[in-house]
């Protein structure tokens, strides 16, 4: 793979960054793709002087697409959102962009494309994330028959969305909600492993055309997430019901902030089990072993104890 160049459109996300990590270790000189380059800066130090090009594209612009996929040997799009803004719908950068990026790739010849989607994908969904990643995944395999696509699981890992999240709530509030009782089942897969079966899907020739479901060793209810997340930060705290359609009213409330931390469309998606089907190509077909929650969490949620990581306090009997 050396001198190889690799484009990855949202490089400065959560997996993305992890994703340019292991292409620079590789030998590939990485186009570092997202809207602010200012942003993506910190991911030059991942690579040798000049390995890593943090670029300036937006992907709902296809001349900038591109721009950024010229001469590229390997494209990598982890482009999405949880909720919309201003032009950066669901539509526009989960259902059209994906297949922009596709045709991009195959004229400028690229001789693989990794587009990670999610599990929970269907065009059948009430959700509209969940249609729009249907259609970017159907616009991928149109413009790109070869291309692989990895559908995770909720990813974990130190600068995680989900468990951050939960256990930066507990922090503040007196109580942690469980949406609809706190049965949907998930399968938390780990940012290290994610990153791992990207590098596979672009080197195994077996892997061309394929969907892969991404998830760990074990599933977890919701509930269970949040007793694990209180125990790893020492605190207790009571797990309160919240039935859907009374997080969905909150939600219609919290779409009104900047940053909403609940939309009634992530909602609809807590509705449905999060976990590797029946039948599909996952982690182990792509020859990466999943690593256990049980084993990195601590490792990161420590920061979230009374006193802080090093203060040494014991979990509450
Ligand atoms: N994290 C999870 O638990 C999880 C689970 C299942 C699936 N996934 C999927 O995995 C992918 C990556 O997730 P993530 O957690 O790494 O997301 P993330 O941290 O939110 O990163 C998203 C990236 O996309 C870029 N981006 C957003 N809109 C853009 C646009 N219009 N043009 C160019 N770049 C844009 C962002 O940079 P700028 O905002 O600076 O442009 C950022 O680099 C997503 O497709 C997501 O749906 C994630």
């Not at 190889?4 to 570092?32: C, D, H, K, P, Y």
């Not at 909720?154 to 999240?165: E, H, K």
């Not at 997430?225 to 019901?241: C, F, N, S, W």
């Not at 609940?262 to 999943?290: F, Y």
Request: charged share 20%; hydrophobic share 50%; glycine share 10%.
């Amino acid at each position: 793979m050396q001198g190889q160049l690799a484009t990855v459109f949202g490089a400065s996300g959560f997996i993305g960054r992890n994703i340019v990590r292991e292409l620079a270790a590789r030998g590939f000189r990485v186009n570092a793709v997202c809207r602010d380059a200012e942003h993506a800066k910190f991911l030059k130090p991942m690579g040798t002087v000049g390995q890593v090009t943090p670029m300036r594209a937006d992907v709902t612009d296809p001349a900038a697409v591109a721009r950024a996929v010229a001469g590229a040997d390997v494209v990598v799009n982890l482009c999405g959102i949880l909720y919309q803004s201003g032009r950066n719908t669901f539509e526009a950068v989960q259902a059209t962009a994906p297949g922009t990026i596709a045709k991009a790739a195959a004229a400028a010849g690229a001789r693989a494309l990794v587009h990670v989607s999610a599990i929970g994908a269907d065009a059948g969904s009430r959700s509209a994330y969940a249609r729009s990643k249907a259609a970017g995944e159907a616009a991928v395999r149109a413009a790109f028959p070869a291309a692989v696509i990895l559908r995770p699981s909720i990813v974990y890992g130190p600068d995680d969305s989900f468990f951050n999240r939960f256990a930066g709530m507990a922090q503040m509030l007196p109580v942690l909600p469980l949406f609809g009782g706190g049965g949907t089942r998930f399968q938390p897969v780990y940012v290290d492993d994610v990153a791992d079966a990207a590098m596979a899907a672009i080197a195994r020739p077996d892997a061309a055309g394929n969907t892969y479901e991404l998830g760990g060793p074990t599933v977890y209810t919701f509930r269970q997430l949040m007793e694990m997340t209180l125990a790893e930060i020492h605190r207790k705290r009571p797990l309160v019901a919240v039935p859907f359609w009374l997080a969905s009213l909150k939600a219609a409330f919290l779409e009104l902030l900047p940053v909403p931390p609940l939309t009634r469309d992530q909602v609809e998606l807590l509705k449905t089990d999060n976990v590797v089907s029946a039948g599909a190509r996952t982690l182990a077909d792509l020859g990466v072993a999943a690593t256990p929650l049980e084993i990195v969490l601590p490792t990161y949620l420590d920061k979230f104890r009374v006193g802080g990581r090093y203060a040494g306090g014991r979990a509450p009997a």
